[in-house]
């Protein structure tokens, strides 16, 4: 590859965003055209990228050009094993977010799809980027559109839902700003590969510790980790349909990313110390999240708490590799609870993606997601329910579909290193087994039907097209695990060995 | 694909073609459906039994077993390899499941005609045989589990097949996630085992080195302490096989999956599902027989032992033809559960084999009766014999087999796990697990007698006790079905024969079956007195029940004579109120307590103290509000109020007036003047 | 004690005085003719601090046009000069300590620190000089001064033009 | 000789008295006296300084006479500003003109 590949994904959105920009209101059509159009060229591009990767090669695609001299800021991206099928999903998510809401978005369709491609290049910029300050930017960007996005085309709540997303991720946001000074003083550096392999810390540790936990409170609140996730059940809930994807399906990547690219390699020692406290948050998070679903009522709020659940395995899987970071015997362990981490960063994607786009089907024909009022639809819509059982039974990490090795693979590595919390775990996935099929399947698809839903019609072709990429992927993933984790690994050991 | 064991790989293939190409193109073409189905099982079939025939005169196949790597998944910088096997169990497995459910899919022609989701019904039970088959020719634990959760799938959908019915939804979710909760004790065991060894395959846990380092392995456990890994593992895996074979106490599943389809009752409880515990069991033997004295077996041997009797006592008192059945089922399984408990492993695996056929010829006939009489209650049935004479003459062939009669083949398999049981309670003496079992065994062999006599002649003999039965002979697409498996049950048995017994163990290849099987374990000698004691307790349970029911057939309104059994009738009938102790302290406590934790964690929504934030104040609220549970959100929310609550009163500071303004900034000055006065530089 | 010190005592007291009921007098006439004895009484101060130049500007301008000038608003806006109106608003006491405190920081820092006690010998002409720097280092403020001066003109009879 | 820290003193006290009257007028006139007053105040000390410190440069000398034009200016506009507001709304009560609180 010796053209800017990873500069292209990342703007091309912007550009394509600039262009809806300058387009006349009224040709909706054109803009919503356009804008697929445009999400087009970073998936294929991304696609490009993970067959061009080489496996265990580090860093690669790298460009590096001087950007604010004066402070040492550069313009530096990159992309290894761990971003690229992040950047991958983010690509794939976008394009089907922006084709679902071409036919569902009535208003402001001209800035939505500006804003849109605004956030997946802040996204993709999150990503690709190997410098804090250029980290710290798209990490922001991102933050403004998905803010308009609740705001202006959420439900009944959405400007509390708005606010509060807002406000959560922007107090983490200036945590880490501060936590970012605090290193480049120390380094003498914003790059995030070189800072890494300074070991800033390695003297002073009260002082890497409070920076260790700024950055935490900044990633932990985006995940979100327990106690910081309240905002997420109300930005999902009210968010409309393509965002609450995007939400579940990259913004809660974001953080997880950032423990993996940022804190993980910066700050090793205070990871390693601290790490039973992340393992005690993150298996709370498994549990506690999986419990509060099974008490929801409504569907989406439902998938918002899984998410909180489903993340926790992420965190777990993390925390157990930290755990057993200066015991050599330990990295095949290690390893695989990372690669089960972003395995499940991966899977939760596509899952909740489809579980949320689910979701929006069924919110536009009956404009209600309480569970009490459904009942019996199987037979209605078996379409739906086909599709709806195939992304709930991924999501409750049945063998076969792509849900379960994240699961086994974390609880695989963790159990090796710290059995405990494994083991307490894994109550979570009898929890997610019985809100997903108690809850979603049978109070929406089973039972008596329902005369109040005998007009329901079951999906459009539209949605179809849309919800077919992520089946395929859970499936394909499923059964042949090995054409993703051989990405991951390679990249994980490299991680790990590094440390 | 030099061999034609590589073949292996494509044996859960085919049923599983068939159920992609049945759900996603056919769904429309009952017909097709119908063809696809049997195709890909049949198929299946023909390949697993040429496997099985070729094996078995394989010496070094049986020993050694034959590996097919599929795919390897990168850990770290080791490999995990997933492949598939044939060996000596699996062998044995193979002849039983594509068999028996190629019987069944025929037959489910017959029993589900007309259904509105007939096709699926097909796509369904192939995915389900796709799991059996997956399952028993994995080659490690992983692939295995997968296999196994995949059948737990298959279960929840098809014991939930008519969904509109509210007891067959909730049987389906009571069905899956009661096995999820024994899963999750088996993956956990799964983790230890691998994070101990670091392997699944089968083939390295059991070889010489890895046992050794097991055995030698310490583990510490919570509030047990320090103890040997192997036994630790081993009770874990057996919690799937609790779950899965429906042991106490994860039993409640399976007489509630009664709800399902006849024909997805077969399938569960004799060729797939259940017997995917035991198999489970069996093929990780070697671990729980590597420290005998340990918990591994004693636990396995009182769960078989104590299921297989609770289960025959409630049989006694259903009424429900398949609810028998099912009970019995349990029992059984807990027959071959406790036979591993003590030891005998090929006794289990031969009744395994056995069982599955007659128990899915039992199912099919009681299948056979709903359909042709329209009901499930016994009570309402009587005079059967005539109407429906292969039924009848099939179903008393596997009643034989099932109460142990000489010489159906359950007498041959019971009879090896008595005797063995018996042989290894002469060497330990009476208080030793052994004993519990053989009396125990013996004791629900007698009450398996009875109640099989029981079922017989109420659904078959005496009169119709309603009038509304207009019963006629089932289709031949399901009584050919019942024949072939009617001679399995009769002949199957054979191939077991102890090979001291006379003319008859010559002839069937002295003990083929343990040959096949057993090659590594001695065989059980044959014990006269043991095997006359359990004739005589099968043959006195029949007599018993001809003399209840048999001689005096029930005449319509007349109660049941165990109804004379008074308060121990009505525990036995409400099955020991277990469903209800679990639906009380564990069902709902769980909800009760999810339901509190979005109490706490969402109070706001419902939290009345945010309607007195504009009456009592801000900071008052905000203390009910951590008293009331509300300690995270509320925080979140305090901020913002409290923001607000300094925005109130900051508000009266902007009067619009600029020399309040002024007069402000000079106090500012004036105090950070102060300030850079009274602190040092 | 010099004749310069005792002038300056004498000088400043008076303008203090003059301030003082400048911004206490009840009556507003009152306050604007003090408030030109206080323009005066600093035009001296800038005698003895050697610019006569600055002493009679002050006195033309503060006195002669800005003094004139208000006399003439209060005059425009009659009812307000009324002698019986208070003149304090409700925050006046906060205000005089604020700046009792002020003048007292103020004060103590000026007498903490060491000044030089003696004037330089004035090296250049200050009058010369100070045309000089208009015309030289400070063309372009001067001419913005000019300017705001223009607008401020202009401005104020559009402000107090009548519609 | 007049030491430097005597104008300083007196300019400081002008000032304060400009502060106090600023603060405490209710009559827009009174408050804008009380502005000349400080300015007034700012003058003594520029110049003094400049004829103290540094009477080689006339940076001092400028300012003040900058400062003087612009007081000029201000009490031009602002004496403007109260004679509009006295034939809109009658007053020159400051308290009476609080638009900006609305």
Known sequence: MDFPILTLITFVPLLGSLIVLCMPKEKERLIKQFSIAVSFIPLILSILLWVNLEKGGGIQFEELVAWIPAIRVNYHVGADGLSVPLIFLTALLTTLSLFYSSFTIKNRVKEFFFLFLLLEMGMFGVFVSLDFVLFYVFWEIGLVPMYFLIGVWGGPRREYAAIKFFIYTLVGSVAMLLAIIGIYLNTGTFDIIQAAAMRPFVENFTLGALAFWAIFLAFAIKVPMFPFHTWLPDAHVEAPTAGSVILAGILLKLGCYGFFRVLLPMFPEQFHRFAPIIAVLAVISIVYGAMVSMAQWDLKKLIAYSSVSHMGYVMLGLAAAAFAIGSKDMLTSQAIAMNGAVFQMFNHGIITGALFFLVGVIYERAHTRDLKAFGGLASKVPYYYGIMLVAGLASLGLPGLAGFWGEFFVFRGTFAIAPVYAAVGVIGIVFTAAYILWKVIQHVFLGPFNEKWANLTDMETYEKITLWPLVIFMVLFGLYPPLIVDTINAAMTRLLSGL | MTELYDWVRLIPLFPFLAFAIILLFTQRNQKLSTYLAWAGIGITWLLGWTIVFRAIGDKHVLEEGFRAPIFSIPTGRGLLELGFQVDALTTAMLFMVPFVCLMIFIYSKGYMHGDPRYSRFFAYISLFATGMLGLIVSDNLLLLYIFWEVMGLCSYLLIGFWYEKPSAMKAGLKAFITTRIGDVIMFLGMLLLYSVTGTLSFHEIFSEETLHFLKETTVWLPLVGTVSVAPVIAVLLFGGAVGKSAQFPLHVWLPDAMEGPTPVSALIHAATMVSAGVYLVARMFPIFALLPETASMSVVAFIGGFTALLAATIALAQDDIKRVLAYSTISQLGYMIAALGVGAYVAATFHLITHAFFKALLFLGSGSVIHGAGTQDMMEMGGLRKKMPITFWTFVAGMLALAGVPPFAGFWSKDEILAHAFEEFMHKGVMSWPFFVWLVLSLGALLTAFYMARQVFLTFYGEPRSHHMHAHESPKVMTYPLIALAVFAVFLGFVGVPEEFPVLGPLFGHNLFHHIVGHQYPATPLNWGVMGLSVLLALTGLFLGWLVYGRNPLKEGQPDPMTKLGPVYTLLRNKYYIDEFYSKFIVRPAVALATLLFRFDNSWVIDPFVNLVGKIGVWLSDLGRIFDLNIIDGIVNGVAAVTAWFGKILRLTQTGKAQNYLLVAILTVLLLLGLYLYLPM | ?163 | MVPLSWFLVLGAALFCIGVYGVLSRRNAIGILMGVELILNAVNINLIAFWRYRTPDHLTGLVFAVFVMAIAAAEAAVGLALIIAIYRTRNTVIVEDVDLLKM
């Open chain 3, 1 to 163: 004690m010099s004749l310069p010190q005792i002038l300056f005592l004498v000088v400043g007291v008076i303008t203090l005085g003059a301030a003082v009921a400048v911004v206490t007098s009840r009556n507003v006439l009152h306050s604007a003719f003090l408030l030109a004895l206080t323009f005066f009484g600093v035009a001296v101060l800038y005698v003895l601090l050697d610019t006569p130049y600055l002493a009679a500007a002050q006195v033309l301008v503060y006195i002669g046009a800005i003094s004139v000038l208000i006399i003439f608003a209060i005059m425009l806006s009659r009812k307000v000069a009324a002698p019986d109106l208070v003149q304090r608003n409700s925050q006046w006491l906060l205000s005089l300590i604020v700046a009792v405190l002020l003048f007292g920081v103020l004060a103590y820092l000026t007498l903490q620190t060491a000044w030089p006690a003696a004037k330089q010998a004035l090296g250049v002409d200050a009058i010369g000089g100070l045309g000089e720097a208009f015309v030289g280092t400070y063309a372009l403020p001067f001419e913005v001064v000019s300017v705001v001066l223009l607008v401020a003109l202009v401005g104020a009879i559009i402000i107090a033009r009548e519609r």
